[in-house]
Nanobody, 122 residues
Framework: QVQLVESGGGLVQAGGSLRLSCAAS????????MGWFRQAPGKEREFVSA????????HYTDSVKGRFTISRDNAKNTVYLQMNSLKPEDTAVYYC???????????????WGQGTQVTVSS
């Protein structure tokens, strides 16, 4: 059974940092892209960042470039999202996902975690 389990969310003041983790289990993810998406109340789920599991190629949405960094530890089957200089508009539920299609398209991802809440206060 494939599982993606996020952790690391919480409440932080604007300008602060959080590191999200996504622990993957249940299959081999060597050919999978691992992505982070987020969904704010009343909004669509949107792409945040992604990394190829083996190649290490990274992708970011424009609003987080220079502030967020995605990385992975293949030995631990874990993907991280380091979030710095957080803004109130980063407040959302953050989801980890695994897929083999388009990097920025949520429909291309086959597996999803349950999400972790990130709240940034002003």
């Amino acid at each position: 059974q494939v599982q993606l389990v996020e952790s690391g969310g919480g409440l932080v003041q604007a300008g602060g940092s959080l590191r999200l983790s996504c622990a993957a289990s249940g299959r081999t993810f060597s050919n999978y892209v691992m992505g982070w998406f987020r969904q704010a109340p009343g909004k669509e789920r949107e792409f945040v960042s992604a990394i190829t599991w083996s190649g290490g190629s990274t992708h970011y949405t424009d609003s987080v470039k220079g502030r967020f960094t995605i990385s992975r530890d293949n030995a631990k089957n874990t993907v991280y999202l380091q979030m710095n200089s957080l803004k109130p508009e980063d407040t959302a539920v953050y989801y980890c996902a695994a897929g083999r299609g388009g990097v920025r398209t949520k429909g291309s991802y086959d597996y999803w975690g349950q999400g972790t809440q990130v709240t940034v206060s002003s």
